[in-house]
C-alpha cells in the first residue's frame, strides 16, 4: 500500500516507475556530498556538539578545550547564564537513488534544511542539565530521519524516529518526503553572534571571509522563532524537484538554483561566489536560474502560474531572458502546468537544447 502524506502535490504518473522512488533500498547508501558546493560541505561536517562557541565561551574554557560531549566546565559555564538550548537537524531530503551495485546506492541530495526540535507546534528549547543526559557522541552516529518532511512546508506532520522505522516495512511511502538527518547541534539561544569565530577557507580576501562569516551565522546560528524549516540550499517548489527526477532518470544532473550576473559572471551559489575569490552585490544579478547546464550555458526556468501569470511578469522575464542572451546563455521556460501534465516532453526539450 503507498502511503501519500500529500506534502508534495500534483505529482507527474511516469515518476511513480522511478527506481526507490516509493521505496527506500535497502542496500547500505552513500550520500553524494559532491553535489552540494564544497564550502557548504565543509560547513556540514562542523555541526555537531554544542554550536556556536563565542569568544565569552573560548575565553572561560580556555585551556580546557572542546570535544562532542560539553565538559564539565562548560556545563558549569551554561548553567551560570541559564542558557537555553534549540535541537537542530541539518536535513537532506533525497530526490534520487541509484544502485552503484548489488549492495550499495548513491542518494542525491535535492534540498539541505535546519530544522529545529519542536513541541505542540512551537519551537522547543531545553537547559543544559537535560543535555547532560544526551550522548552526543552516539546521537551523530546514528541515522535518524523525519518521516514526513518537504522542505517546501513547515515540519507538522510525521514524526523524528531513527531510520529503522522503514526497515521491512509493508508500506511503500514517496521517499522525496523522508528527511534524512546529516548532523544534530545544540543552539545556545543567547549567543552573541559578533562573538563567533569562524572556521574560514585559507587565501581568500579579508573582506570577503567577513561577508562570508556574516552569511553563515545567520543561516546557521540564528535562533528559530517558529516550525518553518530553514532552507540553506536546493530547489525551490515541486515543479523543479519533478525535472529534477525525470533528468536524472537520463543521468543529466542540472546545477540547481544558479546566480547569473550583468557581466556575464555566473556561480552556483553564494559559497561558489566566495570561493572563487568574488563578490558581486545583488544589484547586478540578472536573475537565479531554476537549472543550469553550464557546458551547454543553458538556464532553465520553471515557471508557476503563481509568479508568473500576467503581462507584467510576461515581461519582467522576456527582460531576463533578453539579458542572458546578450550575455551568451540560452533560455527554455517550462510551465509548471506542462511539467506536471507531460514531463517527458518537458524532459525531450531540454535534450534538444542540450
Not at 209 to 219: A, C, G, L, T, V
Not at 297 to 319: P, V, W, Y
Request: hydrophobic fraction near 35%; charged fraction near 25%; charge should be neutral.
Amino acid at each position: 500500500m503507498l502511503i501519500d502524506n500529500e506534502l508534495i502535490k500534483n505529482r507527474p504518473k511516469q515518476l511513480l516507475d522511478i527506481e526507490f522512488y516509493t521505496e527506500l533500498p535497502k542496500l547500505d547508501t552513500e550520500f553524494d556530498y559532491s553535489s552540494l558546493p564544497l564550502f557548504l560541505s565543509y560547513d556540514l561536517l562542523t555541526l555537531f556538539g554544542i554550536k556556536p562557541k563565542t569568544m565569552d565561551l573560548i575565553r572561560n574554557i580556555q585551556q580546557h578545550g572542546f570535544q562532542e560531549q560539553p565538559s564539565d566546565k562548560e556545563i558549569e559555564y551554561y548553567q551560570n547564564r541559564g542558557t537555553k538550548f534549540q535541537i537542530i537537524s541539518v536535513v537532506a531530503n533525497i530526490h534520487t537513488f541509484k544502485k552503484i551495485n548489488d549492495k550499495s546506492a548513491i542518494a542525491y541530495p535535492y534540498s539541505i534544511s535546519l530544522i529545529a526540535g519542536q513541541k505542540r507546534g512551537l519551537v522547543d528549547h531545553c537547559s543544559i542539565d537535560l543535555l547532560k543526559t544526551f550522548d552526543l557522541a552516539e546521537i551523530s552516529k546514528r541515522q535518524f530521519i523525519y518521516t514526513d518532511f518537504s522542505p517546501f512546508k513547515p515540519v507538522e506532520t510525521g514524526f523524528y524516529t531513527h531510520s529503522s522505522f522503514f526497515s521491512g516495512a509493508k508500506f511503500k511511502h514517496y521517499t522525496d518526503t523522508v528527511g534524512f538527518v546529516l548532523e544534530t547541534y545544540l543552539l545556545p539561544t543567547d549567543a552573541d553572534l559578533n562573538e563567533i569565530p569562524m572556521a574560514q577557507p585559507q587565501n581568500i580576501p579579508q573582506d570577503l571571509i567577513e561577508k562570508f562569516n556574516k552569511y553563515r551565522i545567520k543561516r546557521y546560528f540564528r535562533p528559530f522563532t517558529d516550525i518553518k524549516p530553514r532552507k540553506i540550499w536546493g530547489c525551490d517548489s515541486p515543479i523543479e524537484l519533478f525535472l529534477i527526477q525525470a533528468l536524472a532518470q537520463k543521468n543529466l544532473f542540472p546545477i540547481i538554483q544558479t546566480l547569473i550576473f550583468k557581466n556575464g559572471h555566473v556561480y552556483d551559489n553564494f559559497f561558489e561566489m566566495i570561493k572563487s575569490k568574488v563578490f558581486i552585490p545583488g544589484n547586478e544579478l540578472i536573475t537565479e536560474a531554476d537549472l543550469y547546464f553550464p557546458k551547454e550555458k543553458l538556464a532553465i526556468f520553471c515557471d508557476s502560474t503563481q509568479f508568473h501569470r500576467g503581462k507584467k511578469n510576461e515581461n519582467k522575464d522576456d527582460k531576463i531572458n533578453s539579458e542572458l542572451k546578450n550575455i551568451g546563455i540560452k533560455t527554455l521556460r517550462l510551465s509548471g502546468k506542462d511539467i506536471v501534465k507531460n514531463l517527458d516532453d518537458c524532459v525531450k526539450r531540454i535534450i534538444d537544447e542540450l
